[in-house]
């Protein structure tokens, strides 16, 4: 069974350049979450796709997008970058609609560097 | 807003003590509450959750939780340690009203196990 599965890994930028991280859900989910994980720090939501739409947004500015394809994958896109950006993404998938369709489960996350 | 607020920061403990973290949540309605861990180098994964029913939940590893619904609490428990516990741990909420399962998570609790 297939889990939750992000690319790249590790990645560097620099102030004011865009990056695009990349996950795929765990087998059978069609609903992604991503998230933003600051060194010492939980999670914090960054919004969530399902139907290719976006459902739900957290307190993060409009340089933060996304995107999900007709096979449920996601894209984040982070535009102009600051170095307070530098953190771990976490993609989390579920099922919307199942029995468990609040249980969230995370890919391993790309850590991303902004110098 | 939501909130949840985690008392131990950094926790050691021997092998074989007895554990307890403390989770607050700040809430009106009805929640959804979950515990994610995260070894050293892997993804955050999924200790226990509580729905509904019992308020006692046992998790994976030998771990449970309690439900305190007139405290705001879901303290995660567990008798005995091993040194393979060593990780960090985060409790995270949704609230059941939402269509996403949007998680709030707590800053989280470094647990440190000397053998």
């Known amino acids: 069974d297939a889990g939750v599965t992000q690319s790249p890994t590790h990645l560097i930028k620099t102030r004011g350049q865009q990056v695009t991280l990349r996950c795929s859900p765990k087998?059978?989910?069609?609903?992604v979450s991503w998230y933003q994980q600051a060194l010492g720090q939980g999670p914090q939501f960054i919004f969530q796709?399902?139907?290719?739409?976006?459902?739900q947004r957290g307190n993060f500015p409009d340089r933060f997008s996304g995107h999900q394809f007709p096979n449920y994958s996601s894209e984040l896109n982070v535009n102009a970058l600051l170095l307070g950006d530098s953190a771990l993404y976490l993609c989390?998938?579920?099922?919307?609609?199942?029995?468990?369709?609040?249980?969230?489960?995370f890919g391993p996350g790309t850590r991303l560097t902004v110098l | 807003a939501q909130s949840v607020s985690q008392h131990n920061h950094h926790v050691i403990l021997s092998e074989a003590a007895s554990l307890e973290l403390g989770c607050n949540y700040s809430?009106?309605?009805?929640?959804?509450l979950f515990w994610y861990v995260q070894y050293p180098g892997q993804h955050l994964q999924l200790l226990l959750k509580?729905?509904?029913?019992?308020?006692l939940v046992k998790g994976i590893k030998g771990f449970e939780a309690e439900f305190i619904k007139s405290k705001f609490s879901f303290n995660l428990r567990k008798p005995s340690v091993q040194w393979s516990d060593t990780a960090e741990y985060f409790c995270?909420?949704?609230?059941?009203?939402?269509?996403?399962?949007?998680?709030?998570f707590g800053q989280g609790t470094t647990l440190q196990v000397k053998p």
């Open positions: 989390a998938s579920s099922l919307t609609g199942g029995q468990s369709s609040d249980t969230q489960y």
């Open positions: 995270a909420v949704n609230a059941r009203s939402s269509n996403t399962g949007k998680l709030i």
């Open positions: 087998s059978g989910h069609d609903t």
């Open positions: 809430y009106g309605g009805t929640v959804n």
């Open positions: 509580y729905f509904s029913g019992d308020p």
């Open positions: 796709y399902y139907e290719e739409e976006e459902r």
